[in-house]
């Protein structure tokens, strides 16, 4: 099958899901069956999903140690990720590992415990995210938070599951303007 061929069909493929099943550690995925759905998942000839979606909601996860290791032994095209459900999760920031998937479309991170708006900064570097949640987070208190995540991440097309509006572009830019200002540039003065 050619990577073209993988590509097409993957997409159509149910998810890798570890979904409710008291998960504590990203290790235990390794050891741990992945629920049924209603097609079975297909697998390589190495015995690893050629899913691109891989779900982990509804666990106990409080970080990603060895995310990548692990992902790489599940999946055979471990690069080819577009779809990362972590909702309903322990976590408390977002862990850089989920920056190297540059072909993740749909992040899902509702529910958890992340603390800091300016952890979605880590987000900017995927060229592909087009659908993200993080309602149900702590940093969904902050004021300005729709506004900042829309500036920082503008190719998101959905966020939180509600459309991005042409509405909703302007208003974030106008945010951005009131509220971020821009870095200043220090000139050296030459003293004598």
Known sequence: MSKQDYTNTSVQEPPLD???RSIHVIQDLISEKPRTGL????HSKSGKSLTQSLWLKNNVLNDLKDFKHVVSQ???HPENLAWIDLSF???TSIDPVLTTFFNLSILYLHGNSIQRLGEVNKLAVLPRLRSLTLHGNPIEEEKGYRQYVLCTLPRVTTFDFSEVTKADRTT???WKRMNIKPKKVR???NTL
């Open 18 to 20: 570890y979904s409710f």
């Open 39 to 42: 097609r079975p998942l297909r």
């Open 74 to 76: 599940l999946l055979e």
């Open 89 to 91: 999760n322990d976590l």
């Open 172 to 174: 974030a830019e106008v």
């Open 187 to 189: 000139i050296k003065q």
